[in-house]
């Protein structure tokens, strides 16, 4: 019992949220309030995360069920920095629509609570519990913006098709159970037995339903109408942090009770890689609203990050933790700029809303120019070397072809980029933006800007931070 | 040799647009940050003067190095020059000044954001001809899009967005695949240092596809037949500065990666591509030139000529001759110059009639002497009259040629021909004949700025056509010695 420091944030973490809660139900009025505990919430938790396991050795806990080492924390850290973000520039947005309730922060601290436990999960009961935990809280997060009908629609259809795939995944479960006799993934992984073609089975339904809540191709199709329905501020929170507990997750199961059969999942990673990335490039091009595109290019970055996990070594591994960090980062800046384009209490998200942006707020535009090139992988900005640490990975494992699609799909997604680009600046202009935006959202955007600009100048601090990950 | 100089004249641009960036600029009056620019610009050009004197021209060893660890255990950012690569930076920096001078006349809106494009610019296209390692070429290489594309997308004529867009597009595809290559380089060989990858070589078995690789890029950005669509375009829309940057600078930097890397680290498939090589380069010299006898665009017509004239350095390039390399450098220096003053030309008198069309001009010859007399020097020197610098490249070149390949020679020969054709008729067509557009009457002569411009640009164009000596002195023993290793490295794994 020695040990139970290690999971201190996590205790910490729900003890919190019922407290908030109870806060929020007795006292009127108290959402403003709420709102910046929970940020402090976040803040201490990640503090304690930092002090208490990140030093650590591998450690696992309560009869191996949960594993604490130095990936588990790094990412739990993100994830808690992320949603930090998320939550404070989002409570402006939230104001305009009259949803600044208690409900929304303590929503997003339930959520990440359960991708802690999922980022902490060495077994699959607990794994699929921090799943259920984070997905309940976001079918609601989906419907905040309760009057409104686009809004509601996407929950429900985020709810819908989100219980179908934790069925799959479910089944999955019961099938490795079944085959192994453990859910537990060290005694998984000591049962192997590959002959088994039922296991075989069982991993695919696991990734299925995983693909699905970090919604890679083919099972992204409830993404781009979930992202246009929600409100801005929680499409925000699904494009960066439950992508980061996802990961992990793909991450830890595969590498951990299944490295014997990487023969066998590789190729499907490989072509969930694939797939995600030409799709998200190819589908985006049509789009004309611009919560819809940036739901087809995260996709299309999830190819990339899988792309590392599918390259099987520890490089990959290393290299799409660097690729999702510096993809929430991009994604920071792009929504902040998304939630600028704000004029009489009406937020505009239409592609042709960014018209001659450049000619009326040329900071804003010169921001988003930046990001949309990072975003598109051109160097010397940081979005090129996310790229690059993943290619470099692939290539290493002689995966050529997985790396010359990738590539070329950036060419192809490099055109969407661009097209924003010139409704920005060569477009004409139209009617300007309010500009009085919360100092937070400013802040957001200039520091995303502004890291993924210089990120060239210290390269070797990230590759630093995650070269301490060590799975295989 | 403690100063880090070739650090400082690819930083200091990007200073000078960083300060650009942060003086406020009122709208009227926009001297201060042309001033900057200028400044900037022309400090610059001084510094790589200084750097010409310094260089030791006896050595092909790589001089001015710096090297500093950037991403541990991974990359280093290292830069140096030799023979090759200095005479592409002094390029760089003398034509960056002319281009900023040049802008008092063709850019009327966002004047400030247009010469932080063109700083930014500058400082990647000397970071690409001077880096020593492969990651570090290749970020200065892309980088170089992103300016640019603003460049024509921004302050272009009435099709930019489809030009830019072309632009960005293919030469993105192009990279991409070098992208590839490079990271197997370093995978293969454990380091992406160019001056380690000379010395140990690359297997023999991965050659021929990291060649192509390299070649897609190269191919796109040279342009070579039958990827070449993109630079009409791109120079048709761009405003005058830009077709000037994109002609005299931009184009050289694929030259100049064939004969570093192309023939410098693959020699075994540079041998068994050079047939590919020297077909794609005739068919350019001939094809396009015929291309550029029907253009009724001014423009046009010039990038079209200059596809055959890059035609002719990657022809020289390949021929792996003393001449053939030194005469396609001398004449990427030339083009550089010569293209340059010719997108110039067509810029002043766009300026006053705004028009591009041939057919508009005409016996503009008793209207505007002194610009018919530079525009005049300036197409002989495309059409390669000795007394010029073009001669001396095109010559060399053909030299080279003839050596190596005597029907390829041959070929490339008449395209000097029909080269001399479409640039006479061009000339004839704008300054001589009966005047019949009566506007043009009204036409002034060059101001004082386009006057200096061009006379810059005429002074070397004339000074290296008479006199070579100094920039065959300086690339010599580094050609010489490339040679050597191509040959023996040919030689010994063969």
Same mark, same amino acid.
């Given at each position: 019992?020695?040990?139970?420091?290690?999971?201190?944030?996590?205790?910490?973490?729900?003890?919190?949220?019922?407290?908030?809660?109870?806060?929020?139900?007795? !006292?009127?009025?108290?959402?403003?309030?709420?709102?910046?505990?929970?940020?402090?919430?976040?803040?201490?938790?990640?503090?304690?995360?930092?002090?208490?396991?990140?030093?650590?050795?591998?450690?696992?806990?309560?009869?191996?069920?949960?594993?604490?080492?130095?990936?588990? $924390?790094?990412?739990?850290?993100?994830?808690?920095?992320?949603?930090?973000?998320?939550?404070?520039?989002?409570?402006?947005?939230?104001?305009?629509?009259?949803?600044?309730?208690?409900?929304?922060?303590?929503?997003?601290?339930?959520?990440?609570?359960?991708?802690?436990?999922?980022?902490?999960?060495?077994?699959?009961?607990?794994?699929?519990?921090?799943?259920?935990?984070?997905?309940?809280?976001?079918?609601?997060?989906?419907?905040?913006?309760?009057?409104?009908?686009?809004?509601?629609?996407?929950?429900?259809?985020?709810?819908?098709?989100?219980?179908?795939?934790?069925?799959?995944?479910?089944?999955?479960?019961?099938?490795?159970?079944?085959?192994?006799?453990?859910?537990?993934?060290?005694?998984?992984?000591?049962?192997?037995?590959?002959?088994?073609?039922?296991?075989?089975?069982?991993?695919?339904?696991?990734?299925?339903?995983?693909?699905?809540?970090?919604?890679?191709?083919?099972?992204?199709?409830?993404?781009?109408?979930?992202?246009?329905?929600?409100?801005?501020?929680?499409?925000?929170?699904?494009?960066?942090?439950? !992508?980061?507990?996802?990961?992990?997750?793909?991450?830890?199961?595969?590498?951990?009770?299944?490295?014997?059969?990487?023969?066998?999942?590789?190729?499907?990673?490989?072509?969930?890689?694939?797939?995600?990335?030409?799709?998200?490039?190819?589908?985006?091009?049509?789009?004309?609203?611009?919560?819809?595109?940036?739901?087809?290019?995260?996709?299309?970055?999830?190819?990339?990050?899988?792309?590392?996990?599918?390259?099987?070594?520890?490089?990959?591994?290393? $290299?799409?933790?660097?690729?999702?960090?510096?993809?929430?980062?991009?994604?920071?800046?792009?929504?902040?700029?998304?939630?600028?384009?704000?004029?009489?209490?009406?937020?505009?998200?239409?592609?042709?809303?960014? $018209?001659?942006?450049?000619?009326?707020?040329?900071?804003?535009?010169?921001?988003?120019?930046?990001?949309?090139?990072?975003?598109?992988?051109?160097?010397?900005?940081?979005?090129?070397?996310?790229?690059?640490?993943?290619?470099?990975?692939?290539?290493?494992?002689?995966?050529?072809?997985?790396?010359?699609?990738?590539?070329?799909?950036?060419?192809?997604?490099?055109?969407?980029?661009?097209?924003?680009?010139?409704?920005?600046?060569?477009?004409?202009? !139209?009617?300007?933006?309010?500009?009085?935006?919360?100092?937070?959202?400013?802040?957001?955007?200039?520091?995303?800007?502004?890291?993924?600009?210089?990120?060239?100048?210290?390269?070797?601090?990230?590759?630093?931070?995650? $070269?301490r990950i060590n799975i295989i | 040799m403690n100063f880090p100089i070739l650090s400082s004249l690819i930083l200091l641009p990007s200073i000078g647009a960083l300060f650009l960036f942060f003086t406020?600029?009122?709208?009227?009056?926009?001297?201060?940050?042309?001033?900057?620019?200028?400044?900037?610009?022309?400090?610059?050009?001084?510094?790589?003067?200084?750097?010409?004197?310094?260089?030791?021209?006896?050595?092909?060893? &790589?001089? &001015?190095?710096?090297?500093?660890?950037?991403?541990?255990?991974?990359?280093?950012?290292?830069?140096?020059?030799?023979?090759?690569?200095?005479?592409?930076?002094?390029?760089?920096?003398?034509?960056?000044?002319?281009?900023?001078?040049?802008?008092?006349?063709?850019?009327?809106?966002?004047?400030?954001?247009?010469?932080?494009?063109?700083?930014?610019?500058?400082?990647?296209?000397? =970071?690409?001809?001077?880096?020593?390692?492969?990651?570090?070429? /290749?970020?200065?290489?892309?980088?170089?899009?992103?300016?640019?594309?603003?460049?024509?997308?921004?302050?272009?004529?009435?099709?930019?967005?489809?030009?830019?867009?072309?632009?960005?597009?293919?030469?993105?595809?192009?990279?991409?695949?070098?992208?590839?290559?490079?990271?197997?380089?370093?995978?293969?060989?454990?380091?992406?240092?160019?001056?380690?990858?000379? +010395?140990?070589?690359?297997?023999?078995?991965?050659? +021929?596809?990291?060649?192509?690789?390299? &070649?897609?890029?190269?191919?796109?950005?040279?342009?070579?037949? *039958?990827?070449?669509?993109?630079?009409?375009?791109?120079?048709?829309?761009?405003?005058?500065?830009?077709?000037?940057?994109?002609?005299?600078?931009?184009?050289?930097?694929?030259?100049? =990666?064939?004969?570093?890397?192309?023939?410098?680290?693959?020699?075994?498939?540079?041998?068994?591509?050079?047939?590919?090589?020297?077909?794609?380069?005739?068919?350019?010299?001939? %094809?396009?030139?015929?291309?550029?006898?029907?253009?009724?665009?001014?423009?046009?017509?010039?990038?079209?000529?200059?596809?055959?004239?890059?035609?002719?350095?990657?022809?020289?390039?390949?021929?792996?001759?003393?001449?053939?390399?030194?005469?396609?450098?001398?004449?990427m220096i030339s083009h550089g110059l010569v293209s340059a003053a010719l997108f110039l030309c067509v810029g002043v008198v766009y300026d006053r009639m705004h028009s591009r069309l041939i057919d508009?001009?005409?016996?503009?010859?008793?209207?505007? *002497?002194?610009?018919?007399?530079? %525009?005049?020097?300036?197409?002989?020197?495309?059409? =390669?009259?000795?007394?010029?610098?073009?001669?001396?490249?095109?010559?060399?070149?053909?030299?080279?040629? %003839?050596?190596? +390949?005597?029907?390829?020679?041959?070929?490339?020969?008449?395209?000097?021909?029909?080269?001399?054709?479409?640039?006479?008729?061009?000339?004839?067509?704008?300054?001589?004949?009966?005047?019949?557009?009566?506007?043009?009457?009204?036409?002034?002569?060059?101001?004082?700025?386009?006057?200096?411009?061009?006379?810059?640009?005429?002074?070397?164009?004339?000074?290296?056509? %008479? /006199?070579?000596?100094?920039?065959?002195?300086?690339?010599?023993?580094?050609?010489?010695?490339?040679?050597?290793?191509? +040959?023996?490295?040919?030689?010994?794994?063969?």
């Amino acid at each position: 019992m020695e040990n139970l420091q290690l999971v201190l944030p996590e205790i910490f973490l729900s003890l919190s949220i019922m407290f908030l809660l109870i806060l929020g139900v007795f !006292k009127k009025n108290s959402s403003r309030l709420v709102q910046s505990l929970s940020l402090a919430v976040l803040i201490v938790t990640a503090v304690i995360t930092f002090n208490e396991t990140i030093g650590i050795n591998e450690t696992k806990l309560f009869n191996n069920s949960i594993i604490i080492d130095y990936l588990s $924390s790094l990412m739990k850290i993100i994830t808690l920095l992320a949603a930090f973000l998320v939550l404070i520039i989002s409570s402006n947005y939230l104001k305009t629509f009259q949803i600044f309730k208690i409900e929304y922060p303590i929503l997003i601290l339930s959520s990440v609570l359960g991708m802690m436990v999922m980022i902490n999960s060495n077994d699959l009961i607990v794994f699929y519990m921090g799943l259920e935990l984070q997905s309940l809280a976001l079918y609601v997060l989906a419907t905040f913006n309760r009057d409104e009908i686009k809004s509601s629609e996407a929950g429900l259809k985020y709810f819908v098709l989100s219980a179908l795939s934790s069925g799959l995944l479910l089944y999955g479960c019961s099938l490795i159970y079944g085959f192994t006799g453990s859910t537990n993934f060290d005694v998984i992984a000591d049962q192997l037995n590959s002959n088994e073609y039922a296991l075989t089975f069982g991993i695919v339904f696991i990734l299925v339903g995983l693909a699905f809540k970090i919604s890679a191709v083919p099972f992204h199709m409830w993404a781009p109408d979930v992202y246009e329905g929600s409100p801005t501020s929680v499409t925000l929170f699904f494009t960066m942090v439950p !992508k980061i507990a996802a990961l992990t997750v793909f991450i830890r199961f595969l590498y951990v009770p299944f490295l014997n059969l990487i023969d066998q999942w590789q190729m499907i990673l490989i072509f969930l890689s694939i797939a995600s990335m030409l799709f998200g490039a190819i589908a985006a091009i049509g789009q004309t609203n611009l919560k819809r595109l940036v739901a087809y290019s995260s996709i299309g970055h999830v190819g990339y990050a899988l792309a590392g996990v599918a390259a099987g070594t520890n490089d990959g591994i290393q $290299s799409s933790v660097i690729y999702i960090t510096i993809y929430i980062l991009m994604n920071l800046g792009l929504f902040s700029c998304l939630l600028m384009l704000k004029r009489d209490n009406n937020y505009y998200e239409k592609i042709d809303d960014l $018209s001659g942006l450049s000619k009326n707020h040329p900071m804003l535009a010169l921001s988003l120019l930046i990001i949309l090139f990072s975003l598109a992988g051109i160097p010397p900005l940081a979005g090129f070397f996310a790229k690059f640490y993943v290619f470099k990975a692939v290539i290493e494992q002689s995966m050529y072809f997985l790396a010359i699609v990738g590539l070329l799909s950036t060419v192809v997604a490099a055109f969407y980029y661009l097209r924003l680009i010139k409704i920005m600046y060569f477009d004409e202009q !139209k009617e300007k933006y309010d500009t009085d935006h919360g100092f937070w959202l400013k802040f957001s955007l200039t520091a995303s800007t502004l890291l993924i600009l210089i990120y060239f100048i210290f390269p070797s601090q990230l590759i630093e931070v995650v $070269s301490r990950i060590n799975i295989i | 040799m403690n100063f880090p100089i070739l650090s400082s004249l690819i930083l200091l641009p990007s200073i000078g647009a960083l300060f650009l960036f942060f003086t406020k600029s009122d709208k009227k009056n926009n001297f201060t940050g042309k001033y900057v620019a200028l400044f900037t610009s022309a400090v610059n050009f001084f510094l790589s003067i200084y750097l010409w004197i310094l260089f030791d021209p006896t050595t092909s060893e &790589f001089q &001015f190095v710096e090297e500093r660890i950037w991403i541990k255990d991974l990359i280093n950012y290292k830069v140096g020059v030799d023979g090759i690569s200095i005479l592409f930076i002094l390029l760089t920096t003398f034509i960056t000044p002319l281009c900023i001078v040049s802008v008092n006349n063709s850019i009327k809106e966002r004047l400030s954001e247009f010469l932080i494009a063109v700083l930014i610019m500058e400082s990647f296209m000397i =970071g690409v001809f001077c880096s020593l390692d492969l990651v570090i070429f /290749y970020l200065f290489f892309e980088a170089g899009l992103i300016p640019m594309f603003l460049i024509i997308g921004i302050w272009g004529g009435a099709r930019r967005v489809y030009s830019a867009f072309k632009f960005f597009l293919y030469t993105l595809l192009g990279s991409v695949l070098m992208l590839v290559a490079i990271i197997t380089i370093y995978w293969l060989n454990g380091t992406t240092d160019v001056v380690e990858l000379y +010395n140990s070589g690359i297997d023999i078995k991965y050659q +021929n596809l990291l060649w192509l690789a390299f &070649f897609s890029s190269f191919a796109v950005k040279t342009p070579m037949w *039958p990827v070449h669509t993109w630079l009409p375009d791109a120079h048709v829309e761009a405003p005058t500065a830009g077709s000037v940057l994109l002609a005299a600078i931009l184009l050289k930097m694929a030259g100049y =990666g064939f004969i570093r890397f192309s023939l410098g680290l693959f020699p075994a498939a540079s041998e068994i591509f050079t047939p590919l090589i020297y077909t794609l380069s005739v068919i350019a010299i001939i %094809f396009t030139s015929f291309i550029a006898l029907m253009q009724e665009d001014m423009k046009k017509l010039i990038a079209y000529s200059s596809v055959a004239h890059m035609g002719y350095v990657t022809l020289g390039i390949f021929t792996i001759q003393q001449q053939g390399i030194e005469g396609s450098i001398i004449q990427m220096i030339s083009h550089g110059l010569v293209s340059a003053a010719l997108f110039l030309c067509v810029g002043v008198v766009y300026d006053r009639m705004h028009s591009r069309l041939i057919d508009t001009y005409g016996g503009i010859v008793s209207i505007i *002497p002194k610009y018919s007399i530079l %525009f005049m020097l300036f197409t002989l020197a495309a059409l =390669g009259l000795p007394g010029t610098s073009g001669f001396v490249g095109e010559f060399l070149i053909l030299m080279g040629a %003839f050596k190596d +390949n005597f029907l390829v020679a041959v070929i490339a020969s008449l395209g000097v021909i029909i080269g001399a054709a479409y640039m006479l008729w061009l000339y004839k067509r704008v300054v001589f004949g009966k005047l019949i557009n009566t506007d043009l009457k009204q036409m002034f002569d060059l101001n004082r700025s386009e006057l200096f411009i061009l006379s810059c640009l005429a002074v070397p164009t004339l000074f290296f056509g %008479f /006199y070579p000596d100094p920039l065959i002195n300086t690339i010599e023993v580094s050609i010489s010695d490339l040679i050597d290793q191509y +040959n023996f490295k040919l030689a010994s794994k063969t």
